[in-house]
Each structure stands twice: as structure tokens, then as C-alpha cells.
């Protein structure tokens, strides 16, 4: 039962352009959503979260956007820079269960 | 320690043998977290330690898997006779606690990359 699925196993974009990553979630007893980043041989680093109370999260180039009704998050990095390939998770909690769900990832490629 | 620490970082063993995978946490984090990625899927949950006890071990596939923590500090995770589907990168990653998740997230360690032949 995947309650966290990122569809897009992988993403090409050219540098400069704007990347969107999506997720779909099954529980609407979730109430946070992160994203995290993962680059080959490291583990994973949080990149940006959104409250459920909320719709929209903006840190510099990253863009986390939140539907509820639609139970999906995108997020959205613009520029797009060659440093920013790596593959990306989504990930939800809610309060109780003290733990993240992650999605599959999705691996994206800036091309220079 | 800086950072959330795991060892070894590549292991390699025979089918039937059993592993020990060792996590440090950052200082002070009491909370601690084993995830583990098989090939082409996402970070499957595992077990999670508050202090020493593990209220959560719901994510452990089978027996042959367990984890102890001691000292609030060191956690180990161990595999009996393992099998060529425990193949997989298993992350380790800490909190402050259980209350200060969001907004933030984890910080995990490199992993350790078993592969079974």
C-alpha cells in the first residue's frame, strides 16, 4: 500500500528552465510534506516542507506547492541548475506516527 | 558527533550469513530512525527508537531483523541469515525527538550498502 507515490521515475531539463517534481499522497491525515534530496552514495538532506494549513512554501529557487483536495504536491525549482541533479524524495507525516513515508524518488537531470 | 554516522559503508556477504550494520547518531538526538532502499523503490521504514526502547517496529520485514539501541547513543541492526532480497542501501538518520519532526526533516547518514551473493 503506497501511500506516497512520486510517478515520474525520472525528469530531464534543460539549465535555466523550471523543474516540477510531483507527488500523489493517499491520507489526508497527513499534515506536513517534505522534500528531500538525495545525491549518489549520500544519504538524504532535507530540502524544503509545507504545513497542510498551507498552500504554498517559497525558499530562494525551491517551491514547494500543496493541493489538498487533489491530495498532490509539486515542487518547483527555478532556474534549474546542473548542481540541482540528484533524485528527489517526497515525504509525509502525521502526528502520531512520529515518522516520515517517503515516495519512490524521482531522478532529475539538468542538462548543461 | 557532526553528522549521523554509519559502518561499514559497502558490505558484501554470502547468503546465510548473518550482518551487523552499526549507526551513530548526531549527539543529543533521541530519536533514531533505520530506513532501507532496495533497488527502483523508495526509503521503506524500518524501526524507530525513542531513547533506548523502540516504540515503532512495524517497518522490520521479518524475525530474522532487529535493532537495538543502547546508551541513547549507538544503534545496531542486525540481519540473520540473510537472503538476496535484504539487498539494499539501509539509512540510519536521528532527530532531536519525536515532537520536533516538522518542519524539518531527519538527518541521515551516508548508508550502508549490503549486497548479498
Known amino acids: 500500500d503506497q501511500q506516497v507515490k512520486q510517478n515520474s521515475p525520472s525528469l530531464s531539463v534543460q539549465e535555466g528552465r523550471i523543474s516540477i517534481l510531483n507527488c500523489d499522497y493517499t491520507?489526508?491525515?497527513?499534515?506536513?510534506f517534505l522534500w528531500y534530496k538525495k545525491y549518489p552514495a549520500e544519504g538524504p538532506t532535507f530540502l524544503i516542507s509545507i504545513s497542510s494549513i498551507k498552500d504554498k512554501n517559497e525558499d530562494g529557487r525551491f517551491t514547494v506547492f500543496l493541493n489538498k483536495s487533489a491530495k498532490h504536491l509539486s515542487l518547483h525549482i527555478v532556474p534549474s541548475q546542473p548542481g540541482d541533479s540528484a533524485v528527489y524524495f517526497c515525504a509525509a507525516y502525521g502526528s502520531g506516527t512520529y515518522k516520515y513515508i517517503f515516495g519512490t524518488g524521482t531522478r532529475l537531470k539538468v542538462l548543461a | 558527533g557532526a553528522g549521523v554516522s554509519q559502518s561499514p559503508s559497502n558490505k558484501v556477504t554470502e547468503k546465510g550469513k548473518d550482518v551487523e550494520l552499526r549507526c551513530d547518531p548526531i549527539?543529543?538526538?533521541?530519536?533514531l530512525y533505520w530506513y532501507r532502499q532496495r533497488l527502483g523503490q523508495g526509503l521503506e521504514f524500518l524501526i524507530y527508537?525513542?531513547?533506548?526502547?523502540?516504540?515503532?517496529k512495524s517497518g522490520l520485514p521479518s524475525d530474522r531483523f532487529s535493532a537495538e539501541r543502547t546508551g541513547e547513543s549507538v544503534s545496531t541492526l542486525t540481519i540473520q541469515r540473510t537472503q538476496q532480497e535484504d539487498s539494499a542501501v539501509y539509512l540510519c538518520?536521528?532527530?532531536?525527538?519525536?515532537?520536533?519532526?516538522?518542519?524539518?526533516?531527519?538527518?541521515f547518514g551516508s548508508g550502508t550498502r549490503l549486497t548479498v551473493v
Open positions: 527508537f525513542q531513547g533506548n526502547s523502540a516504540p515503532d
Open positions: 549527539s543529543g538526538h533521541t530519536a
Open positions: 491520507n489526508s491525515m497527513f499534515d506536513y
Open positions: 538518520a536521528s532527530s532531536l525527538g519525536r515532537h520536533d519532526l516538522p518542519p524539518y526533516g531527519y538527518t
